[in-house]
């Protein structure tokens, strides 16, 4: 929420918080105000409009919340540190005044990863920004976590390179955050997820203690400890810097689309692909409702399911894998529509105006990830589907699958509808999440695939991992004995604080 709108909203509502009732005054006594003030001059503030505007990430129900007049949470006040020093002091003063602390990348996080529901001090990291080094001849970049997705791309586009790593908030979105989430991009099938990208890490420990790892391509070192922090949402610590593999600019790009009578033979053809050894780097496979939505101009797309497959890199490699590929999804019914639907998807790739459309007029909506071996995939698919269509209120329950694996496939799924008449909005969008993590679980698929676990997912988090819930509480209390980092995330706890 930008700083303009959080200012109009003070003028226009007097506003509740969903997760700290009645909170507005700032709990903070003047004194770690100035103590935050002598460690980042110029980069604290407890205004009022500053900690509304960083009440709220991206978790779709919050739109709805703001709409109804209520925030989130509050945090105390919002700090922007400039170097891994001052990351160092504001942890060591938390932790010592037990202050919950909440790491801000971009807040584009759509699960409640970055809201303050326990107030305290939001560290955003939008100051750490600096490409600090490129290394030609070992492919990697050095760089703080605070940058931009789509700046750091674009310098690197600039410089010759790639990092292959596109989400669709790439223009809304920071490393750091990608790093603490696991992110992953629509080029995700070449190049891997974030943390297959991930070299070297740098991060600021609860008691403010640095830890670095070596930019080297592997050890045998023990275990990597520093990749704790890798889907860490801000549990913790602080991420400062990451190294990261890139890749010379593609020399070329091929496109190829194929419809499918059915979701299943659609799936088929990409497992029998990746068997092969081939990776195109985008390839997305949409069902009936989805191809309707996205692709009704196309020829031969009507009541089909589009697949879509995007090659690049070596020209030679390139024209390799388009045979391939071409040759798999024809021998699996797949029928060719050439390459203006991977041009279309393309140019309209980052357009996500529905949620500021539907929500105001009672739609309540949003996407869930999940992923699946290919041995229970068409199985997850179907039952997740169905499982949305049965909650009263729904009316879009659709599907694409969009990272492939020689192991799997992440599917991802929409659902839509307007809360029965007795039904809050919560209580609507709760069940229709409750019941697409229940069949996801049924189905032996993981529950989120690159979204992460936040507070939409954290009562199903030790559904999902067992025992090791156990073992990530007790590695989470040895390193953050107060708790001061992100509390309430990812686990469903008491107020320790
Ligand atoms: C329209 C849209 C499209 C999206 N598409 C994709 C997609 O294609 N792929 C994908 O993976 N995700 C996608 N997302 C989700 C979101 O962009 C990602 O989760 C992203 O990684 C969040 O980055 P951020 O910088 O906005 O983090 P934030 O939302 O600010 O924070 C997310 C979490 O990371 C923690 N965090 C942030 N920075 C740090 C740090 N330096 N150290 C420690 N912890 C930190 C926060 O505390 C929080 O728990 C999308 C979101 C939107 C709104």
Not at 439 to 453: N, R, V
Request: proline share 5%; hydrophobic share 40%.
């Amino acid at each position: 929420m930008s700083f303009y709108i959080a200012n109009c909203l003070l003028e226009i509502m007097s506003y509740d918080t969903v997760y700290q009732k009645d909170k507005k005054d700032c709990v903070f006594s003047k004194k770690i105000i100035e103590q935050l003030n002598s460690i980042v001059p110029n980069g604290v503030s407890d205004k009022e409009v500053d900690r509304v505007t960083y009440s709220k990430d991206y978790w779709p129900i919050t739109l709805r919340w703001l709409l109804d007049g209520k925030l989130p949470a509050l945090p105390d006040c919002i700090v922007w540190p400039e170097n891994a020093q001052q990351v160092t002091e504001i942890l060591r003063l938390a932790n010592r005044e037990k202050i919950p602390i909440v790491p801000f990348g971009e807040g584009s996080g759509v699960v409640g990863g970055a809201i303050p529901i326990r107030g305290g001090i939001v560290v955003d990291m939008k100051k750490m920004d600096s490409v600090v080094e490129i290394d030609d001849l070992g492919l990697m970049v050095t760089v703080q976590p605070g940058i931009n997705g789509m700046n750091l791309e674009r310098y690197l586009n600039r410089k010759g390179y790639t990092m292959g790593h596109i989400p669709q908030s790439i223009y809304c979105s920071s490393l750091g955050g990608w790093l603490a989430c696991r992110a992953a991009g629509q080029f995700s099938t070449k190049y891997g997820k974030i943390e297959d990208m991930v070299v070297a890490l740098e991060a600021v420990l609860p008691d403010g203690t640095i830890i670095k790892s070596k930019p080297v391509p592997r050890s045998s070192t023990g275990p990597q400890v520093e990749q704790l922090f890798l889907g860490s949402e801000g549990r913790f610590g602080i991420i400062t810097e990451a190294t990261l593999k890139i890749w010379p600019y593609p020399e070329e790009r091929s496109m190829l689309s194929f419809a499918f009578d059915d979701v299943y033979h659609a799936l088929e053809a990409v497992r029998k692909i990746m068997r092969k050894n081939v990776y195109p780097a985008v390839v997305r496979i949409y069902d009936m409702n989805e191809t309707l939505r996205h692709f009704y101009e196309t020829k031969g797309a009507k009541d089909k399911c589009m697949l879509i497959l995007l090659m690049e890199g070596d020209k030679k490699l390139v024209k390799l894998e388009n045979e391939i590929s071409e040759m798999t999804c024809k021998g699996e019914g797949g029928v060719a529509c050439g390459d203006e639907p991977v041009h279309h998807w393309l140019e309209t790739r980052f357009n996500v105006k529905e949620s500021s459309e539907f929500t105001p007029r009672g739609f309540i909506f949003d996407t869930v990830e999940v992923s699946v071996g290919w041995k229970n995939a068409p199985n997850l698919y179907k039952t997740v589907i169905e499982a949305m269509r049965k909650v009263g209120g729904v009316v879009v329950a659709s599907g694409h699958a969009s990272h492939f694996y020689p192991q799997g496939v992440c599917f991802y799924f929409t659902f839509g509808g307007i809360p029965p008449k007795d039904a809050a909005p919560f209580t609507f969008y709760e069940s229709v999440w409750d019941a697409i993590m229940k069949s996801c679980l049924e189905e032996q698929g993981s529950i989120s695939h690159h979204h992460g676990i936040g507070l939409i997912r954290a009562k199903w988090l030790e559904k999902e991992i067992g025992e090791r819930m156990q073992m990530l509480k007790k590695i989470k209390s040895a390193i953050d004995p107060h708790n001061i980092m992100n509390p309430g995330k990812m686990v469903v706890e008491r107020e320790e604080n």
